[in-house]
């Protein structure tokens, strides 16, 4: 069976400093991987998704960057963070026609 | 471009009570339709989906949904609530087979004992 996993789950950064979040999947192959934000009490926002290794689309201009290096790995970052990316940040992969969720990382800029 | 509406920001029930979360969506062609459930600090779980055939679809937990094509809807249900229903529920749209989501703004469910 298909599994998902983020790390870390909890992260606590200051402003200005790198981010770097991580998204494996197992038990599946190429499959399009997905990075969405949630802001407290808000809904789900798509950052970026990804289609293969080294193809990345980006649906909202920001500071953050996607990456997928490998197969089944994809990676946010940030050189410098902001107040304004503090949130819960998920990560998902397409099984069929649907979307399967990881359990997800809570980020806090101070 | 396709939208999807959850006109209640928040709702509380009492256990034991019925449930319907009510879910709009706007889209061109024939949609794929989601809800997902998410406990506070956890990822999103998938409840049930609709692809096509019957328009009633059962899930996960004693949840049903049913597509409505002439009002746009796909409202969840559920006859009897439980305390631990008490989440975040999202309904989505997928456009592209499933490639594209778009998510609705969520209903807070409350559960009174």
């Known amino acids: 069976s298909q599994t998902i996993h983020q790390w870390p789950a909890t992260l606590v950064q200051p402003v200005g400093s790198p981010l770097s979040l991580e998204c494996t999947v197992e038990g599946t192959s190429n499959p399009n991987l997905y990075w969405y934000r949630q802001a407290a009490g808000r809904g789900l926002q798509l950052l970026f998704y990804s289609v293969g290794i080294g193809q990345i689309s980006s649906e909202v201009p920001q500071n953050l960057s996607a990456s997928r290096p490998q197969d089944r790995q994809f990676i946010l970052s940030s050189k410098k963070l902001l107040l304004s990316d503090s949130g819960f940040y998920l990560c998902a992969w397409l099984g069929g026609e649907t979307q399967y969720f990881g359990p997800g990382t809570r980020l806090l800029v101070l | 471009a396709q939208s999807v509406t959850q006109p209640d920001i928040h709702i509380t029930v009492s256990e034991g009570a019925s449930l319907e979360l009510r879910c709009n969506y706007s889209y061109g062609a024939t949609p794929y339709l989601f809800w997902y459930v998410q406990s506070p600090g956890q990822g999103l779980q998938l409840l049930l989906k609709y692809f096509s055939g019957d328009t009633l679809v059962q899930g996960i937990k004693g949840f049903e949904a049913e597509f409505k094509r002439s009002q746009s809807s796909f409202n969840l249900r559920k006859p009897s609530v439980h305390w631990s229903d008490a989440a975040e529920y999202f309904c989505?749209?997928?456009?592209?087979?499933?490639?594209?989501?778009?998510f609705g703004p969520g209903t807070r469910l409350s559960v009174l004992p």
């Open positions: 989505a749209v997928a456009r592209n087979y499933g490639q594209n989501f778009v």
